[in-house]
Structures are given as structure tokens and as C-alpha cells.
């Protein structure tokens, strides 16, 4: 089946620097990529998402990026704030092994005042 | 709009027990997937359901279960407890299903002892 893996697993960066998550597929039918942030307490919530035939994706300080060909896509975090401080997670759907989203174990992010 | 809301949030058992975990999804939202998080494996997927049927499944043991309602909410049973079923289960839903953004509720936090 799909496999995902993620790194780094911590992650710290002084606040206005930016923060780089990445993430490998190894599915080459994958072909929606999500990318959820989760509070201590709270469920995931899906801050970007991408899907195969983009390359690159913008949300204010929020960027994700996807190599098809390397199977590999990334998280850009710019100017980053003690409020960006969390778990974030990657994923990627498997259409050929039944349609299920496969997650990265996830990147704890701290921001340092 | 209420987002997925969940209950309860807290469960402890002992091993051999049985529980029932609950979800209610987005209004209008038709599909409910569940996901179990854990420390070391991250997220698993369990079971989507979609229209009352489940739709995928996981590869977790039958002891582990679910079912929709004609409301689109849902449940999942585990029977016959076990210590390592102790995990955060997280319920998503999303208006058709997989492809589409999940919205995830907090969780059911589930010890077993």
C-alpha cells in the first residue's frame, strides 16, 4: 500500500524564520496531498492542500509544494509565529490501495518567542 | 455551522470491555470517516462510511466496527478490549467523501487498563 513518511519529527525555528516539513509518497497514483495542523486538545484541521496537477500552492504564509516525479511534496511555513506552534501532519490519498488517506507520523513545530 | 462533534471525550475501560464511540458530522456532510491516532503510529485509518454503507476499510481487526445512520451519524464499536487499543479516535467528515477536505472532530481519548 501507500507508505508516507515525514521529517523532521521536531522542529524548531526562532519566530520570523520559516519552516520547512517534508514528505515522501511512495504511490505513484496519489494524487491529492493535504496538509492537517493540530492543536494540543483539538482534532486535525486542514490548513493547505494540493493536488497532482499543481505544483505549487499559496496561502498567505502558507505554501506547499509537489514533485510528481520524485514523489516527494513540502510544507513552507514563512515568517513564522508562536501561534504556528504544533503538530502538522502530511497525507496523501491512495487511490489504488481502496481510496483511504495515508498520514506521516508528524512534525512537532516550535516557534520561539 | 457546528463543526464534528464527538462523544464522549474521555472513555476508560478495562481489557474485555466493549465501548461505543460517537460522531455527528458537518450538517450536510454525508461521509464519515474514523481514524485512530496513536504516539507512535500516527494517523490509521479505520472505516469510511458513506449513505449508511461503509464504503473502506482499514486494515484493523473485526473487533473494531461502525455503522451510519439515515442522519449521516455515526458509531464505531470496539469489542473485547485491549491495552493497545488505548489511542485518541478521530472522527472527519466531509460533504461526498475521501478526495474532498476532511474535517476532523477533537477525538474520543480511550484508555484501557
Known amino acids: 500500500g501507500e507508505n508516507v513518511e515525514q521529517h523532521p519529527s521536531t522542529l524548531s525555528v526562532q519566530e520570523g524564520d520559516s519552516a520547512v516539513i517534508k514528505c515522501t509518497y511512495s504511490?505513484?497514483?496519489?494524487?491529492?496531498f493535504p496538509w492537517y495542523k493540530q492543536e494540543l486538545g483539538k482534532g486535525p484541521q486542514l490548513i493547505i492542500d494540493i493536488r497532482s496537477n499543481v505544483g505549487e500552492k499559496k496561502d498567505q504564509r502558507i505554501a506547499v509544494t509537489l514533485n510528481k516525479t520524485a514523489k516527494h511534496f513540502s510544507l513552507h511555513i514563512t515568517e513564522t509565529q508562536p501561534e504556528d506552534s504544533a503538530v502538522y501532519f502530511c497525507?496523501?490519498?491512495?487511490?489504488?490501495?481502496?481510496?483511504?488517506?495515508?498520514f506521516g507520523t508528524g512534525t512537532s513545530l516550535t516557534v520561539i518567542p | 455551522k457546528a463543526g464534528v462533534t464527538q462523544t464522549p471525550r474521555y472513555l476508560i475501560k478495562t481489557r474485555g470491555q466493549q465501548v461505543t464511540l460517537s460522531c455527528s458530522p458537518i450538517?450536510?456532510?454525508?461521509?464519515v470517516s474514523w481514524y485512530q491516532q496513536t504516539p507512535g503510529q500516527g494517523l490509521q485509518f479505520l472505516f469510511e462510511?458513506?449513505?449508511?454503507?461503509?464504503?473502506n476499510k482499514g486494515n484493523f481487526p473485526g473487533r473494531f466496527s461502525g455503522r451510519q445512520f439515515s442522519n449521516s451519524r455515526s458509531e464505531m464499536n470496539v469489542s473485547t478490549l485491549e491495552l493497545g487499543d488505548s489511542a485518541l479516535y478521530l472522527c472527519?467528515?466531509?460533504?461526498?467523501?475521501?478526495?474532498?477536505?476532511?474535517?476532523f472532530g477533537s477525538g474520543t481519548q480511550l484508555s484501557v487498563l
Open positions: 472527519a467528515s466531509s460533504p461526498l467523501g475521501p478526495n474532498e477536505k476532511l474535517f
Open positions: 450538517s450536510g456532510h454525508r461521509s
Open positions: 497525507a496523501a490519498l491512495g487511490w489504488s490501495t481502496g481510496n483511504q488517506f495515508y
Open positions: 504511490d505513484s497514483a496519489s494524487n491529492y
Open positions: 462510511y458513506f449513505s449508511e454503507t461503509q464504503r
